[in-house]
């Protein structure tokens, strides 16, 4: 896996096989680097509010169960989100899609300021959690980018450095408020905090709209298929990158194999009935919902984690807040490079053993995370075994987000933005339920855990073990049928 190449290697179809991470080299690189800035920023504007909540709730008299109400709004809204986006990947191209829901979801952001009560509170974060839908783009965008061998490290590297905006903004947001409240009041002081993620979010849309573009060939609304195969075109000696001539001279083009994995053109120009049978279609296939599943006990469990950890350091060790707060952010930060790391252990096992590889690699990485899971249930009475086995278990949850979408983009690539889209949505249905497991448990965080990890070890088993991507199974690993 080349990760900081001097040059970027495509394939027949003008997808990237290599990375130059140190590069913003139009327009792969550029493209990839865009989709994890922007879900980024926009996982900062939507989780602006709970780093300050409670200076807020001081002037608005809010209880907790508003605050915690707000915390589900802002989750629930972006299922709906999701679901709709990827149909609008698919006829308007990532890259509108992407500076839209920045552009739309920033100005209920810029509007926090407004609020006055717990009701405002609950409606103002369902709106903004419209922001959580940027994950949808931020995927499609990379899978039009690379290629198939890569791809499962192309949507880690986005999503998981995506994710750090989660991390970030409990940063930023307690600094900016500190700086505002050491010139005027409480009052005005969070709610002017809300004016600089508003925008760096605008900021954002602007550049992904005027800066980059959607595929290696060009404006989603423009191009056509640029390389068929077996054509000319296949064999030329410069392609057309967004109107840009890149000759041999520039980048070194190699006709990479696909290795037994194969993605189609996605539908661009589909009606509305249409989508909306395609939706049906994706829906009745058993291997989305075994995803979705998945997703749900990986992102799913990094929200409801998100949401506990701190609380499960403080009242298990009788921890100062800022304390226990610092060790529950090691849970978010480890996204540098945990989702990362699922990707390529992807990657790794496609390369060896194609799709079914794909589907090993998943099935390894989540079966840890279970055990893990289990594990920190018993070290909740030792806090160095108890932040060793977080880190543990953190890593895997994070990395099986990354092997997941190693295997999406393959189940249906024909309806690759209403798979993707369902899938995500996956992923805030786990966090919603979740959530509500361990508001059931209340305080009892060992039975909490205990249950989390056992599920997730059974779902693992039992759904990679039925899993079937492009008629591949991960049986075929040991009847040598996999390729």
């Not at 056509?224 to 392609?239: F, H, K, L, Q, Y």
């Not at 890149?246 to 120009?269: F, P, T, Y």
């Not at 990890?453 to 079937?468: E, F, K, P, S, V």
């Amino acid at each position: 896996m080349q990760l900081f190449s001097k040059k970027i290697i495509i394939d027949q179809n003008g997808k990237a096989t290599n990375f130059r991470l140190q590069s913003f080299q139009f327009p792969h690189m550029r493209a990839l680097h865009f989709s994890w800035l922007s879900f980024m920023v926009a996982f900062m504007a939507w989780y602006a509010v709970p780093p300050i909540v409670y200076h807020m709730s001081e002037e608005l008299k809010l209880d907790s169960m508003e605050i915690y109400d707000s915390n589900l709004a802002a989750v629930a809204l972006t299922i709906a989100a999701r679901l709709a986006v990827g149909p609008l990947c698919e006829r308007f191209g990532p890259r509108r899609v992407m500076s839209g829901i920045l552009i739309v979801g920033a100005i209920p952001c810029g509007f926090t300021g407004f609020i006055k009560n717990g009701a405002g509170l609950i409606v103002n974060r369902a709106v903004v959690g419209i922001l959580g839908s940027t994950f949808v783009p931020c995927q499609f965008w990379t899978t039009q980018m690379f290629a198939p061998s890569v791809l499962g490290t192309a949507n880690a590297i986005a999503a998981g450095w995506g994710n750090l905006g989660g991390g970030i903004t409990y940063l930023m947001m307690p600094a900016v408020y500190d700086i505002l409240h050491s010139f005027t009041s409480n009052a005005i002081a969070w709610r002017v905090s809300f004016i600089p993620p508003t925008i760096i979010c605008l900021v954002v849309a602007g550049t992904d709209y005027f800066c980059s573009t959607d595929t290696p060939h060009g404006d989603w609304l423009k191009v056509r298929r640029v390389i068929e195969p077996g054509s000319e075109d296949s064999t030329a000696n410069s392609i057309e990158f967004g109107g840009e001539k890149e000759g041999k001279e520039n980048d070194k083009i190699e006709l990479a194999e696909v290795d037994g994995e194969s993605l189609d053109e996605v539908n661009r120009n589909e009606s509305f009935g249409t989508v909306i049978i395609g939706f049906l279609r994706v829906l009745c296939n058993p291997n989305v919902i075994i995803i979705f599943i998945h997703y749900a006990f990986s992102f799913g469990t990094e929200l409801a984690i998100d949401n506990v950890i701190g609380q499960v350091f403080r009242e298990k060790f009788n921890l100062p807040n800022s304390t226990a707060s610092y060790i529950g952010s090691i849970f978010g930060m480890l996204n540098i490079f945990s989702r990362i790391s699922g990707g390529i252990f992807s990657d790794f096992f496609a390369e060896r053993f194609h799709l079914p590889g794909r589907i090993f690699a998943h099935l390894v990485l989540m079966f840890w995370e279970g055990i893990f899971l289990i594990g920190f249930s018993f070290t909740l009475n030792d806090i160095k075994s108890s932040i060793l086995i977080m880190i543990c278990f953190s890593f895997f949850v994070q990395a099986v987000c990354g092997s997941t979408f190693g295997i999406v983009p393959f189940i249906d690539p024909l309806n690759n933005g209403k798979v993707m889209g369902l899938i995500g949505a996956g992923g805030n249905v786990g966090g919603l339920a979740l959530s509500l497991l361990f508001r059931q448990y209340n305080h009892d965080f060992e039975s909490a855990f205990l249950c989390l990890g056992c599920m997730t070890l059974a779902t693992a088993l039992i759904g990679n073990a039925l899993l079937r991507v492009q008629g591949k199974t991960i049986w075929h690993i040991f009847n040598g049928r996999y390729a």
